[in-house]
């Protein structure tokens, strides 16, 4: 069932929420696979509907800083972040509060909860009308592409799923930052929807996790966004079997092409990324080419999350 965006669109998916049912609905990095967080049985739920690792804990969405403040013990660096980027597409990391309510399954079973606001109103006012946080990974299949309209949350988890709460396609089109403030210092788990660039400026320099020992965000899988056909990174010419994804103007001699962004803009790559990693898969293997290859991408700004995503979608972890 897909419903159409009105208030009663957005009670109706608040009742089946309360219900400790799973419904999808969009947010300005991808559409998230909600349930009430507090709620572990409709948290099982989400876990078992994406075939999700168990180990892999879940980001917790609020429609106000007020309300995810409520649930974990908030520094001073977390308010000042949450003043400039909130609601927008940064995750913060935090220890619990004691006496926080969100489902030990839910941050699985670790010591700490990942608390955002996203943008959009309609998001902001179904987690207001359920009046529980919900708890959101990304609306796809574990470790398939994350989708960025209502149709790839149908074309993934259709069926497993009540709902769908059609919002549009995401504007960002890739996750939120993800940021550790539990430590003595910040530390960047993942890159996302805003830039690190742009976090250093606010409260000066961010560490980064590393991939030797164990994954401080244990969602950082490498084999993660994963096409169909193997993918080649940084590809300055184009093989006879090879469908190109490009970033500015392409090479000659590519037969199958998917721009990013013709002009080079970062932000209009992002948003078509995961569209355009999910259409040049379907149209390379329908064309018979046998790979898909990606054109160098900046590292700066939104390309460092573009750049990240790309690596995970080739499986070898590094770009
Ligand atoms: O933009 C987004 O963040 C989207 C939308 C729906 O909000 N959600 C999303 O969720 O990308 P998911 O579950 O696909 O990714 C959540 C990431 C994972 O890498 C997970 O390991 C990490 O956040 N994470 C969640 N809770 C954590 C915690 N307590 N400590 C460290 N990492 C955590
Ligand atoms: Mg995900």
Request: hydrophobic share 50%; charged share 15%.
């Amino acid at each position: 069932m897909t419903l159409r965006l009105s208030a009663q669109q957005i009670a109706e998916a608040a009742r089946l929420l309360q219900a400790g049912q799973l419904v999808a609905f969009g947010t300005e990095t991808v559409y998230g696979l909600g349930a009430d967080a507090t709620n572990s049985r409709a948290v099982a739920a989400i876990y078992q509907a994406k075939g999700r690792p168990s180990f892999n804990p879940l980001i917790c969405h609020y429609a106000t800083a007020e309300a995810a403040f409520a649930d974990v013990r908030a520094s001073g660096m977390a308010r000042a972040l949450a003043t400039h980027f909130w609601p927008g597409p940064l995750t913060l990391v935090l220890p619990r509060a004691v006496d926080c309510p969100v489902s030990e399954l839910a941050a699985a079973g670790l010591a700490t909860l990942a608390v955002r606001v996203p943008a959009p109103a309609a998001a902001r006012s179904l987690i207001a009308a359920v009046g529980r946080p919900l708890a959101a990974p990304s609306a796809n299949p574990s470790g398939k592409i994350s989708p960025t309209t209502a149709q790839h949350v149908i074309d993934g988890l259709g069926g497993k799923i009540a709902a769908v709460l059609d919002t549009g396609p995401c504007l960002v089109g890739l996750e939120s930052t993800v940021l550790d403030l539990s430590g003595a210092a910040p530390c960047l788990l993942r890159p996302g929807g805003v830039p690190v660039e742009a976090i250093e400026a606010l409260i000066g320099p961010v560490g980064r996790a590393h991939d030797h020992g164990a994954p401080k965000s244990p969602g950082q899988l490498l084999s993660h966004y994963a096409p169909n056909l193997p993918l080649r990174l940084d590809a300055v010419a184009i093989a006879p079997h090879e469908a190109l994804l490009a970033f500015g103007p392409a090479p000659t001699g590519a037969r199958l092409v998917f721009n990013l962004s013709e002009a080079g803009d970062l932000a209009e790559a992002a948003s078509r990324l995961f569209e355009g990693l999910r259409w040049l898969d379907r149209e390379a293997a329908r064309g018979g080419f046998t790979g898909l290859a990606a054109m160098p991408i900046p590292g700066h700004g939104l390309g460092a999350a573009i750049r990240d995503r790309l690596a995970r979608a080739a499986h070898d972890g590094k770009f």
